[in-house]
């Protein structure tokens, strides 16, 4: 598939109106996306969960209207909300060619999250695939009839122009997005569903997300995969990428949890690392993150369990466990973690199927 595949083709302008409404999750990188080139094509591949619970969901209103400068407005949790829309002009302006009825319609979007707004967990993945998706299916409602592949893959396609890990939300459970060797079809221009038998052990995830600190970050993603330009270890990471990449897909088959933790943990910490040795360096752990990180390396050492962690772009910290751990873990992060929360918060989630129009 090339950018060409996904114009939408003898597009006529109808005057239908309509509505259309998707939820759509959040995900967790295993191996982690950090550094772009032009167009949101990424510098490496990655790998996430897609989750269940952490999701934006949206509704979009569509009016015909005259002339074809972009119109629309954004309503957040049932209030205008004017601090959004710099992003979707944006987005509306890099996916147009691709949706070109987007100048013929004015858009109603109403979006809200299930996950507090101001919890640190970023909502561009599932705000932007929930959009995407939005836009599919208003496509197919103006006369375009694609088999569920396409419609996902376009989705996908317009979903990483909003937001890289946005194309990572679409599908469920595991989603690969970037091109690489190990993974027949995958593509730098939209996630592919994993399509490995994945071992009973993987089965079911669990992701339990501590709120270490629900404020602004300082420093936002699109300026640190711009910081990778130019950086003294990025070649060397991109490259670690792909190989961690190849190592996992087998042990997510195999079952072998040793090296899943080893994997998942070193790429967590390898983000940040890059983060430190920019320049500007900057840290978005705090310490509270290695306070936690230090008790589940404690945790696991004395219980034998499989729990561990990961780290997005910010201080909170996905602990991720098998189904089976469930009760022990749950009890864990009550009598020990909850105290490094802000607030106490957490929000207990897991692997999901994902996105789904309602
Ligand atoms: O999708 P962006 O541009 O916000 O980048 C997110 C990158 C990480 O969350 C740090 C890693 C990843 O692969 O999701």
Known sequence: MTEQDFILKDYKSNSKNGRVKWESPSNIALV???????NQIPENPSISFTL????????????????S????????EGEKNEAFKPKIQTFFERVEIYVPFIRDYHFKIETSNTFPHSSG????????????????SIEEELGANYSEEYFNQKASFLARLGSGS??????????????TKSISDSSDLFGIKFSENIHPNFQNYQDAILLVDKGEKQVSSTVGHKLMFGHPFAQKRF????????????????????????????????????????????????PNTLQIINKIWEFRKQTGSNICFTLDAGANVHVLFPDAEQEKVYEFIKSDLVAYCQNGHYICD????????S
Not at 32 to 38: A, D, F
Not at 260 to 272: C, D, N, P, R
Not at 274 to 283: E, G, K, L, N, V
């Open 32 to 38: 982690k996306y950090w550094g772009k080139r032009e």
């Open 52 to 67: 269940s619970n952490c999701k934006t969901i949206t509704e979009v209103t569509y009016t015909k209207k005259e002339g």
């Open 69 to 76: 400068d972009f119109s629309f407005d954004v309503i957040f």
């Open 121 to 136: 967990i970023a909502s561009s993945a599932s705000g932007m695939s929930a959009l995407a998706l939005c836009l599919m």
């Open 166 to 179: 946005a194309c990572r939300s679409v599908e469920g459970e595991l989603v690969v997005w970037g091109n």
């Open 239 to 286: 490259e670690q990428a792909h190989d961690n990449l190849a190592e996992l897909k087998e042990v997510l088959v195999s079952g072998d949890y040793k090296r899943f933790i080893e994997i998942v943990e070193s790429e967590a910490l390898t983000l940040h690392a890059m983060m430190m040795t920019s320049m500007p360096y900057f840290i978005l752990m705090k």
């Open 350 to 357: 897991k692997v999901g199927k994902g996105a789904q129009k």
